[in-house]
């Protein structure tokens, strides 16, 4: 409780606090699910912080949704007005440079400036030297005189390498970090929790860089907030937690929507390749002075031709002139045999053997690499190179050796530049199974506490992540709940193929202004995409007096969401897979009606079918792929959109989800494709399933109930 720092908890809380509390200090892992209003960032974070202050060890809380950073860093302040605690906000080094370099550049450049100050502090010591030795020769020391002279033929020596670094490339934030007195800067970053803008301006101010000296004052800290990518990369959680002082096993790992942990992992693991590397890998070795060169360059021209064979001939009549800018994935693995790139490759290929000369090509691509650094070190280039041969190689070589391991699906993928209207493609190793990447993070680490609205069922999370035997607590809405209402509305399932269907169009707009008309305020309704929600929109225009509000793709949300939260009458669309599904709260009379139109699977391709074969391979279940793949994380994307609505206690409103799918009664007929049996137990008890017409009547009801009208209710 002195890791609390409001009052007192709420029962629910207090007990996953002490069950929580429990389950680190033996080492174990936990799956927490708690509704909004649980209270689950401290309901971690507080047994989290007792545990480590205990053992010795640090806490990190990271997330993937930038609004709850910022909860993150709101109880963190609160709890350090109550608990002495060192809390650090950690962001990656792109967003903290104060002159807007990569991470390559940076290390170059923090090696040179480092050097440029040692041999300045070299120089001062050697002039001290000199001097103290000048004046014990001026007293009569003969043997000083000659001291002296052997410091002085020093000195010249080190003149002449202070003018050669002078010439290379310099960092003067960091030189500033490693010449002046920065302690003040550690006595300002632990007086509060400081955010990475506020460590930035402090730096930018002085003249500082803000970045390297949060990782010198990060070291036995209590706490650290950052986001996914400082624990899911494998090198970037190695460097951390040497920067952290710890151990692995001193490290106790909390992950906010865990829900996002599954498709996180995967981006981080995937491994990718573009026809471009590969013609810069070329022409770098085309100038590369190497006798080993021409192999290197055999071997990486037969995989650059096969990508270009291999989506070239899967072009259709016309389907070359369609492609678009966005990425389109040509499917080349087989059930029998290598990928079709794979053997285009070997067709391609003849040389002395390919991994000679992928070998070849590792170590060209090694010593370029250490000549590129050589040369931005010493400022005879303005950038840091990256060098080609060595991505495009190393990539071939994992292409080789793991393409056809379980769960990694080979694919290559097309699209066209939108400024040179190029069309050109990229080989990708994509990672099925995320427990590849997070199941080696839990061994490592001493406990993690993975919390979210949506993680239930339990077994399949700890299946797909990697955990073994986890501790699990499930916490649903704590709110009133006769003021709430949940209903499975029957209207037509909207499979992609009866979409287009003018009958079930009507039918589905019908309900939608229903709920519309009968909500007393704002109502929030996501479909499968965005196409959906502007044919919807189309359709409500006209019909409803309230404000339509469409969400686009590619245009900013913030200004949307602002002008619709203002409003007292409108109806907001959007896609169930863009940004206001989850981490965004529409409180009181934000949004009083949440609407789930359809079911958003999402789009079934050859990669999501690849998904549903290792699943079905790792776990040996009747339908565990599509259950696993498809069914579960479909179901969390609806259960998300729900919980945006109703979020205090003295919320009143009304979720409706409008496809037959969800109802109780769609098992018989639709088999795999019913999702009520895939939703929590508790969560199905309160879904009442209602036909289309009677939707506005148990509206009417329910807001009439709770006097939520101002004035005359609607007439039905």
């Not at 990656?92 to 450049?109: F, N, P, R, T």
């Not at 000679?356 to 250490?370: I, K, P, S, T, Y």
């Not at 789930?596 to 790792?618: C, F, I, K, N």
């Amino acid at each position: 409780m002195r890791f609390f720092p409001y009052g007192e908890p709420y029962e629910n809380q207090r007990e996953a606090m002490d069950r929580i509390h429990n389950a680190l200090s033996r080492g174990q892992d936990v799956l927490f699910e708690g509704a909004c209003g649980t209270g689950k960032t401290l309901s971690s974070l507080a047994p989290a912080l007792e545990v480590a202050r205990e053992q010795g060890k640090t806490v990190v809380i990271t997330t993937s949704v930038h609004q709850q950073m910022r909860q993150f860093v709101a109880e963190a302040r609160a709890i350090t007005r109550e608990e002495s605690i060192r809390a650090v906000v950690f962001k990656g080094k792109g967003s903290m440079c104060h002159i807007d370099v990569d991470y390559e550049e940076c290390q170059a450049l923090r090696d040179t400036t480092t050097a440029v100050v040692d041999a300045e502090e070299d120089r001062e010591r050697l002039e001290e030297r000199q001097r103290d030795l000048l004046a014990q020769s001026r007293d009569g020391d003969g043997g000083a005189a000659e001291a002296r002279s052997a410091v002085m033929d020093e000195l010249a020596d080190l003149e002449g390498r202070i003018e050669d670094l002078a010439e290379a490339n310099v960092c003067d934030h960091y030189h500033n970090n490693l010449t002046e007195d920065t302690e003040d800067f550690f006595s300002w970053l632990f007086e509060d929790v400081r955010t990475p803008e506020q460590i930035y301006e402090y730096a930018e101010d002085r003249t500082l860089c803000g970045y390297e000296l949060l990782k010198e004052g990060i070291e036995g800290v209590d706490l650290v907030v950052c986001n996914y990518h400082h624990l899911l990369d494998s090198t970037i959680r190695e460097q951390f937690f040497r920067w952290l002082g710890r151990d692995p096993e001193d490290v106790i790992a909390v992950f906010d929507e865990a829900h996002n942990l599954e498709d996180a992992a995967r981006e981080h693991a995937t491994r990718t390749c573009s026809e471009r590397t590969f013609d810069a890998a070329l022409e770098e070795l085309e100038e590369a002075d190497d006798p080993r060169a021409d192999d290197a360059a055999n071997v990486l021209e037969a995989f650059r031709d096969a990508v270009v064979e291999t989506y070239e001939d899967s072009f259709g009549f016309g389907q070359r002139e369609r492609t678009g800018e966005n990425w389109e994935d040509v499917a080349i693995a087989n059930e029998d045999r290598r990928d079709d790139l794979t053997l285009a490759f070997l067709q391609r290929y003849s040389g002395q053997g390919i991994d000679a000369d992928l070998e070849a090509a590792l170590e060209v691509g090694r010593r370029l690499d250490e000549e590129y650094e050589e040369a931005y070190r010493n400022g005879e280039s303005a950038t840091r190179t990256e060098c080609q041969t060595l991505q495009a190689g190393a990539f071939v070589d994992a292409w080789m050796a793991e393409g056809d391991q379980r769960g990694l699906y080979p694919v290559v993928s097309v699209r066209r530049d939108g400024g040179t209207d190029e069309v050109y493609g990229r080989a990708e190793l994509y990672t099925c199974l995320p427990r590849q990447v997070t199941g080696r993070l839990f061994e490592e680490v001493s406990a993690t506490v993975l919390m979210s609205a949506t993680l239930q069922p339990f077994d399949v999370t700890g299946d797909v992540l990697g955990l073994d035997d986890p501790v699990t607590m499930a916490y649903g809405l704590g709110f009133p709940e006769e003021r709430r209402r949940t209903y499975a509305v029957e209207t037509p399932p909207l499979f992609s193929s009866d979409r287009e269907d003018p009958d079930v169009q009507a039918a589905v707009a019908d309900t939608i202004a229903d709920a519309v008309r009968f909500t007393p305020g704002n109502t929030l309704a996501f479909f499968p995409n965005y196409g959906e929600a502007a044919r919807y929109a189309d359709r409500l225009e006209g019909r409803v007096d309230s404000t339509v509000y469409l969400d686009e793709p590619g245009v900013a949300v913030e200004d949307l969401r602002t002008r619709f939260v203002a409003d007292d009458d409108a109806i907001l669309l959007t896609s169930l897979w863009g940004t206001l599904a989850e981490g965004v709260s529409f409180d009181g009379e934000d949004a009083r009606t949440v609407l789930v139109v359809g079911v958003p699977y999402p789009h079934l391709d050859d990669r999501a079918e690849a998904v549903q074969e290792a699943y079905d391979a790792a776990f040996e279940g009747t339908q565990t792929g599509w259950r696993y793949a498809v069914e579960i994380p479909t179901v969390r994307k609806t259960r998300q959109a729900l919980g945006r609505v109703i979020r205090a206690p003295g919320d009143v409103g009304v979720r409706a989800l409008l496809d037959r799918r969800y109802s109780r009664g769609a098992k018989s007929d639709l088999g795999k494709y019913s999702v009520n049996g895939a939703f929590p137990h508790e969560e199905r008890e309160e879904l009442m399933d209602i036909d289309p017409p009677k939707l506005k009547f148990a509206m009417l009801n329910f807001y009439t109930d709770h006097d939520a009208y101002d004035g005359e209710p609607p007439k039905p």
